[in-house]
């Protein structure tokens, strides 16, 4: 009798705790208890002792289909994000743009006003899929932008699991009463937020325009970990937005090409981005920002965006400065986010081939829930001749480029999370490099040895083995931190001003993996309680300190700031900035100080195959 009694409540509070992972909404919840109940008592008032297997086994067959049937039943419902935490936020006054009229919401301490799910273009849908973005629409009467919009078109995994992963992987994950929804998805997408301080005096502020990473395939501008509260607070209007991803963004096909009147294809997630800039600058004052001051902000495939917006002929005179955060396109041949354009063409070729169409007309009628699941893979830019003329290194060559100063750096352990799965030994470890840097492998393996000793504390070999560790280290040079040491070299070259971070703070969630850094930057340490610490949050407004000045004047050196961005006495920690005999980099630590760059001898080994990809 005890283990029956066990057993059910066992199956009950899984079954709970499944559904809160789930999201299912509360009713499910009373149903699965109600149930658990019912086989509680049936085991104490109606069970009769000497009964046949089947009065256990037929009360737990209906007891299993009444969950199923209600997991079914109670599956949370499709919603938007709200713009700010607090329940019932105060609304903003009425405010005049040309696109009609409109109210924000106000965070909780009314300091910040949030105007959530602006549109910015048309929505892309129907025969506007696959072409360049289009104005948006303006509407009659007083409209509440009170709601993120929703993410982009792209691939979701089951909810239970992305919960799982937010306790096991972020340990983040809290339990709380009316997130009983799952985000919008979808191909209406073409949204932005602005986050701008309720008192902006007398002068219009510097704005930051955010470009969200994801590899352009993910990612959403409702993210917590650069929603702009914080940054606003500190005095500068804060922009972050939605764009389209994977096949929606960036398939190409010659047939669209000959019918764009720009003579364009595979590019539309970056000409939405250009569009979202274009809006800002031709808007961000009626928010109290200053259209000649905009700075441009990404990271990961949203720093090589940025990038990309640096070398744009589209984006000349739309903004002033750039921060660049793990990520870039700059490299000769970019090892991501980035393609030659025969070789967009060639993914187009298999896009129409998988879904069994002759031509791009007829894969508009393919409905998007379907078309996302393409197996192909549509997660790069490309010189398209429009947005993107040349590739992006000889414009830097040309001193084409666009930003007058850039803020940039790159985390430790980039790229440990995306080999999680590669088997690493001192036997395959070169074949492994030679998967990206080809020939020059062998020569890179000798700069990071598969029996690579432990550099220094931040350098830590993985638990499977030192090739493992070994691999982590090269890849993340590669992929990730090379681009920032070229970006920076040509801003040298060119006499621009170029300052370079190291992040390398430890904590108990991301860390100083791959997006580590921007809770930290963008002030959103404080969404995580009980994950970071004194000495996190302290780090935290150095960080914002930096990105704020750096808004302002192009130099993030100065003043620590107070939240509400008055400035304090204390002189920010020296930040160098990189000339042709100063290549170290601000390390962000508990201690902040400048330090070499521990990949230097494995860029000139990249520099090297590189310069053979273009002889």
Same mark, same amino acid.
């Given at each position: ?11 009950? @509070?899984? +079954?709970? &705790?499944? =559904?809160? /992972? ?10 699965? $208890?109600? #149930? ?24 737990? @067959?209906? +007891?299993? &289909?009444? =969950?199923? /049937? ?10 938007? $994000?709200? #713009? ?532």
């Amino acid at each position: 009798m005890i283990l029956y009694y066990v057993c059910v409540l066992l199956i009950g @509070a899984l +079954y709970i &705790a499944f =559904l809160e /992972l789930s999201k299912n909404i509360i009713a499910g919840w009373i149903v699965g $208890i109600l #149930a658990t109940v019912a086989m509680l008592i049936y085991r104490s008032f109606f069970y009769k002792k000497g009964s046949g297997a089947k009065a256990i086994l037929i009360p737990f @067959a209906i +007891y299993f &289909a009444v =969950l199923a /049937l209600n997991c079914a039943l109670t599956q949370p419902p499709v919603g938007r $994000i709200p #713009a700010v935490d607090n329940k019932n936020p105060d609304v903003t006054e009425v405010m005049t743009i040309p696109q009609g009229q409109l109210t924000g919401v106000y965070n909780e301490d009314h300091s910040v006003k949030v105007y959530a799910g602006i549109p910015y273009a048309k929505a892309p849908v129907g025969d506007l899929r696959f072409k360049e973005p289009q104005a948006p629409e303006s509407w009659d009467g007083i409209r509440a932008f009170d709601h993120f919009g929703p993410r982009a078109m792209q691939t979701s995994g089951a909810i239970w699991f992305d919960s799982l992963s937010h306790i096991l992987g972020w340990h983040d994950y809290q339990v709380k009463f009316g997130d009983e929804y799952v985000e919008e998805v979808s191909e209406d997408c073409l949204y932005l937020n602005v986050f701008t301080p309720e008192n902006i005096g007398d002068e219009p502020l510097p704005v930051i325009v955010y470009v969200h990473g994801g590899s352009l395939t993910t990612g959403q501008s409702s993210y917590t970990e650069y929603r702009g509260e914080d940054l606003a607070k500190k005095g500068v209007v804060f922009v972050n937005f939605a764009y389209r991803l994977g096949v929606f963004g960036y398939y190409a096909a010659d047939d669209l090409k000959a019918e764009s009147p720009n003579g364009t294809t595979g590019n539309y997630g970056l000409l939405d981005q250009i569009a979202a800039l274009q809006w800002v600058y031709d808007n961000i004052e009626y928010f109290g920002g200053d259209k000649n001051k905009i700075t441009i902000a990404g990271e990961s495939a949203g720093s090589s965006s940025v990038n990309a917006l640096c070398v744009s002929p589209l984006t000349e005179g739309l903004f002033r400065y750039a921060i660049a955060e793990s990520s870039g396109i700059v490299a000769k041949e970019p090892f991501h986010t980035f393609r030659y354009y025969e070789d967009a063409f060639e993914t187009g070729d298999k896009v129409r081939e998988e879904f069994g169409v002759t031509s791009s007309a007829e894969l508009r009628n393919i409905p998007a829930d379907k078309l996302v699941q393409t197996q192909t893979q549509n997660s790069s830019m490309t010189v398209d001749g429009y947005a993107i003329v040349e590739q992006p290194y000889l414009t830097y060559e040309k001193g084409e480029n666009h930003e007058q100063a850039l803020l940039n750096g790159f985390n430790v352990k980039e790229a440990d999370a995306f080999l999680l799965n590669t088997e690493a030994t001192k036997d395959n470890y070169v074949d492994l490099l030679a998967e990206d840097i080809k020939e020059y492998a062998q020569e890179l393996a000798e700069v990071v040895p598969p029996t690579l000793p432990q550099r220094d504390q931040y350098f830590i070999i993985d638990a499977l083995g030192e090739a493992k560790g070994a691999l982590n280290v090269a890849y993340s040079a590669m992929w990730f931190s090379y681009s920032h040491y070229v970006w920076n070299n040509y801003m040298i070259e060119q006499g621009r001003p170029a300052y370079e971070y190291y992040f390398t703070k430890t904590n108990d969630i991301l860390s100083n993996y791959h997006a580590g850094e921007l809770p930290y930057a963008y002030g959103n340490l404080w969404r995580h309680p009980g994950l970071y610490d004194e000495e996190d949050y302290k780090l935290s407004e150095i960080m914002q300190s930096y990105w704020v000045n750096f808004a302002y004047t192009g130099d993030p050196n100065g003043f620590l700031l107070n939240a509400d961005g008055s400035k304090t006495s204390e002189l920010l920690p020296a930040w160098e900035k990189r000339t042709a005999t100063q290549d170290q980099l601000l390390q962000l630590d508990t201690e902040i100080k400048m330090v070499d760059d521990p990949n230097m001898e494995a860029y000139k080994v990249i520099d090297k195959f590189m310069d053979s990809r273009v002889e």
